[in-house]
């Protein structure tokens, strides 16, 4: 067997058996933030209504949950085969139409929980994706078919500052 082939096995169980702790983590309500907000790639995710950014091309994302988003975030960056800008975007996206599907809820897990399959669907893409070129963007197209199941069309996309794809 390959090693590169070898080396992506082993990482997709390791990833695995990291996501089984995470929901174990968050499934006991055993969740530490360390900051009120998180912000990267053009995306602001915050519970502060009046929230303003310097950047006019950051969308500012508003949920009661910004701190356990920003929890999970941390974990995932240091889980994670490949995560960049796009990813990023995903989890805003994926905050952002889960809201709006089900408003803001008191308990944050079943939001985690949300983000956490979206990030373990990102995880089988990106292995897939590991020998392509332009894998970041080849990774990105085909996930949003997926992930979103064509909800997500051309003006959601540019919303989040990722029209050009």
Not at 52 to 81: C, F, G, R
Not at 99 to 116: A, I, S
Not at 139 to 145: E, L, M, N, R, T
Request: aromatic fraction near 12%.
């Amino acid at each position: 067997m390959d090693q590169k082939l070898k080396r992506l096995k082993l990482n997709s169980i390791l990833f695995e058996e990291k996501v089984r702790f995470l929901k174990e983590q968050i499934e006991s309500n055993n969740v530490n933030p360390t900051f009120h907000e998180w912000g990267g790639a053009n995306v602001i995710i915050t519970a502060d209504k009046n929230r303003k950014s310097s950047h006019p091309t950051d969308y500012i994302i508003v949920t009661p949950h910004a701190e356990e988003i920003q929890w999970l975030i941390e974990q995932l960056n240091t889980i994670m085969s490949r995560i960049g800008p796009y990813f990023y975007r995903v989890i805003g996206m994926a905050t952002y139409y889960y809201t709006e599907d089900k408003g803001n809820q008191k308990d944050y897990r079943p939001l985690l929980l949300y983000l956490l399959g979206i990030a373990e669907k990102w995880e089988q893409y990106s292995i897939k994706y590991q020998c392509t070129p332009n894998r970041e963007s080849g990774i990105f197209k085909d996930f949003i078919g997926d992930a979103f199941s064509g909800r997500i069309g051309r003006e959601e996309l540019q919303k989040f500052g990722m029209g050009r794809l």
